[in-house]
């Protein structure tokens, strides 16, 4: 996650809310992509994950 700042940041200048986007959308995606392959590991029938984003 740190890298997408850092390679973000030799782009163009960002301020820390920029910043946080930029990590936050990166964490979503992640989050997104461990569901769906939880799902596929999964029997759907169990029931659904879910995963929120927590505000620091």
Same mark, same amino acid.
């Given at each position: 996650? $740190? /890298?997408? $700042? %850092? #390679?973000? $940041? =030799?782009? !163009?200048?960002?301020? &820390? =809310?920029?910043?946080? !986007? /930029?990590? #936050? *959308? #990166?964490?979503?995606?992640?989050? &997104? /992509? /461990?569901?769906? &392959? @939880?799902?596929? *590991?999964? *029997? +759907?029938?169990?029931?659904?994950?879910? %995963? &929120? @984003? @927590? !505000? +620091?």
């Amino acid at each position: 996650v $740190a /890298a997408v $700042a %850092c #390679e973000l $940041a =030799g782009q !163009q200048p960002l301020d &820390e =809310g920029r910043i946080m !986007q /930029a990590v #936050e *959308d #990166e964490v979503r995606f992640q989050i &997104e /992509a /461990a569901k769906e &392959e @939880m799902s596929q *590991d999964f *029997d +759907p029938s169990h029931g659904d994950f879910q %995963c &929120e @984003m @927590m !505000q +620091p």
